[in-house]
């Protein structure tokens, strides 16, 4: 199973961004997905996370009600929606496949695939 994250760059506070993870050599039907970041100096950080049909999803405090995650199973693509973009959002975002279709927990241990990340970099 490989995924791709796309859809990160440059924007500045209050602005949006669409993040996208394809995956591929599996069916991303089943796997719940998340997202998670991590910041310079920091350690990776739980973002948000969705079930295997999209109807339970799960968001760090810090993103709830700024970010939206959603999936297409058709399209085998997971997406994550951020506005309202704030400085400290500022990191690099991976997208990881859990080993359980229900899992939408934040411990990494239990995402089995992980995307290779896209940089977001919000400026003041």
């Known amino acids: 199973v490989q995924l791709q994250a796309s859809g990160g760059g440059s924007v500045q506070a209050g602005g949006s961004l669409r993040l996208s993870c394809v995956v591929s050599?599996?069916?991303?039907?089943?796997?719940?997905m998340g997202w998670f970041r991590q910041a310079p100096g920091k350690d990776r950080e739980f973002v948000a996370a969705i079930s295997w049909s999209g109807t339970n999803t799960n968001y760090a405090d810090s993103v709830k009600v700024r970010f939206a995650i959603s999936r297409d199973n058709a399209k085998n693509t997971v997406y994550l929606q951020m506005n309202s973009l704030k400085t400290e959002d500022t990191a690099v975002y991976y997208c990881a496949a859990g080993g359980h279709p229900y899992y939408i927990g934040s411990s990494e241990a239990n995402y089995a695939y992980w995307g290779q990340g896209t940089q977001v970099t919000v400026s003041s």
């Open positions: 050599g599996g069916t991303l039907s089943s796997y719940a």
